[in-house]
């Protein structure tokens, strides 16, 4: 089946530095890919969708200066938390469709963002 | 944005129970259909498809009710592994597939 790669599964940073976050479709192409945020025992919240060639789509409430999304080509996504604070620790997983397959949504493993 | 809804929980079962959890979506072009299972700290993953036939597989059963706008998932001789958060996703067509999540169900089997 679909496979999406996420990376890094963990990362924790300093506040004011930028974390980028890495979504690949290994065995599919993926022209709309979406990132997501969770909180602890919160459910997943939709941040943007990613197109491939094209500015993301951001959902409302969500700076895209401060997540910065690059979808330059069919097989990777990624996200970028800039000048990032403790408020952006999160969990933050990518999903994607392979369309060409049964239209089944994948998700990466997930990128567990901590701020210091 | 059209709603997904699902009841949050927890649904709190003995090992062996049988427990139903619903979902309903507000969009009457809603297209297709899933049920996702997520344990703690860990991503989303696909339990099954829901078909508008229904769908067995083991002991969980799928259904769509498009009349009613809802899914259910059955699980039948609840196992402690089935404890976790279980997702209701909609995909609404634009185009392309747009998914909407419900917020999950939580599911604790207990011994």
């Known amino acids: 089946g679909a496979v999406v790669s996420q990376h890094p599964s963990w990362v924790i940073c300093k506040s004011g530095t930028s974390v980028k976050i890495e979504c690949r479709s290994l065995d599919f192409q993926a022209t709309t890919m979406f990132w997501y945020r969770q909180f602890p025992k919160q459910s997943l919240m939709l941040m943007a969708t990613?197109?491939?060639?094209?500015?993301?789509?951001?959902e409302q409430g969500v700076e895209k200066d401060k997540f910065l999304i690059n979808h330059a080509s069919l097989t990777l996504s990624t996200l970028t938390v800039t000048s990032a604070h403790p408020e952006d620790s999160s969990f933050y997983i990518c999903?994607?469709?392979?369309?060409?397959?049964?239209?089944?949504?994948?998700f990466g493993a997930g990128s567990r963002l901590t701020v210091l | 944005r059209k709603e997904v809804e699902q009841d949050p929980g927890p649904f709190n079962v003995p090992e062996g129970a049988t427990v139903a959890f619903n979902c309903t979506y507000s969009?009457?072009?809603?297209?297709?259909f899933f049920w996702y299972r997520q344990d703690c700290r860990k991503e989303p993953k696909l339990l099954m498809s829901?078909?508008?036939s229904g769908n067995e597989d083991g002991r969980f059963t799928a259904q769509l009710n498009r009349a009613s706008q809802y899914i259910s998932l059955l699980i039948r001789d609840s196992k402690l592994s089935d404890s976790a958060t279980y997702l209701c996703?909609?995909?609404?067509?634009?185009?392309?597939?747009?998914?909407?999540f419900g917020r999950g169900t939580s599911l604790i089997v207990h011994p």
């Open positions: 996703v909609v995909n609404e067509s634009g185009g392309s597939y747009i998914p909407t």
């Open positions: 969009n009457s072009a809603s297209q297709s």
């Open positions: 999903s994607a469709y392979d369309y060409s397959g049964a239209n089944v949504l994948t």
């Open positions: 990613s197109n491939e060639g094209s500015k993301a789509t951001y």
């Open positions: 829901v078909y508008s």
